[in-house]
């Protein structure tokens, strides 16, 4: 059990790590098509910390709806405005506005950081069990049934929007 | 593991998801932005979904909130490369700065 609890802390850590690390490349970095490369780690990451919380169900909608289908979207989007493949300078604001951008992600996540440590101090997770899709999809059926529908009206109504949008006429 | 981990690795995430939003002047680069901060809100609710399951086994309230995130980020990202496209059709730039025409 120890065993295991300090597995999954490491795999916590190095996946943790490496999701930071790709989220400020694509903040950061030069060029477009990598930026949503790097997009493609973070969200992987993401759905590895799913997996190590015991939700299969969403880690697995994860990799199709994100990594499948938006992170194709966005490079059709680079695609279809022509970036240029290489480096590309003029991709930020100027170097001010990052400054005063940096420092109010730094303040907001010294706020964030402080009251999270302040609240949940050492709250720990049980003994976290696999949530099995058979709830959710009863949760989701039943409960929260009205969201759900009006959550469908939503994606109709955003694909007649995206293309009525998008098209030549 | 402690809650607090996955809350301030999502804390991380949402920061730097912000200071890309200001920082990008590219629209697709403040879209993508955004995912970042979507993602951050997920990585929360579903911990917080998981914690509240170990007392109360039917509780997966925070799973399904993260989907409807999920479905709720697709369609925004779909109206979202549209508009792009569209100003990129336009302007020829999709620079957010170029955007002022609302400016008297």
């Known amino acids: ?169 | 593991m402690f809650l607090n981990q996955f809350l301030l690795l999502a804390a991380i995430l949402f920061c730097i998801g912000v200071y890309g939003v200001l920082a990008r002047k590219n629209g697709v680069l403040v879209l993508m932005s955004i995912e970042l901060i979507l993602n951050a809100v997920n990585i929360n609710l579903v911990a917080f979904g998981a914690y509240w399951n170990v007392t109360d086994m039917a509780n997966v309230s925070g799973q399904v909130f993260a989907l409807f995130v999920i479905a709720v980020a697709a369609a925004e990202v779909g109206v979202g490369l549209a508009l792009v496209l569209l100003i990129y059709r336009n302007r020829q730039s999709i620079d957010i700065d170029d955007v002022d025409m609302l400016k008297g």
Not at chain 1, 139 to 157: D, G
Not at chain 1, 159 to 164: D, E, M, R, S
């Open chain 1, 1 to 169: 059990m120890l065993a295991l609890l300090v597995a999954q802390n490491i795999a916590f850590y190095i996946i943790a790590a490496l999701m930071v690390v790709g989220a400020i490349r694509v903040v950061t970095c030069k060029n477009l098509m990598h930026a949503a490369l790097w997009l493609v780690l973070v969200l992987a990451g993401a759905a590895a910390q799913y997996i190590l919380l015991a939700s299969e169900f969403v880690a697995i909608t994860q990799v199709l709806v994100y990594l499948g289908a938006i992170i194709v979207l966005f490079l059709f989007g680079i695609m279809l405005t022509r970036a240029r493949t290489g480096a590309d300078e003029d991709l930020d604001n100027s170097s001010t506005a990052k400054m005063i951008a940096a420092g109010i992600g730094v303040l907001l996540l010294g706020l964030l950081g402080y009251s999270l440590v302040d609240g949940f101090r050492d709250t720990e997770f049980g003994n976290l069990m696999v949530q099995r899709t058979a709830q959710v999809s009863d949760s989701i059926f039943s409960t929260y049934l009205l969201p759900f529908e009006v959550l469908s009206v939503l994606l109709l109504a955003a694909l007649i929007g995206a293309i009525v949008i998008a098209r030549r006429d």
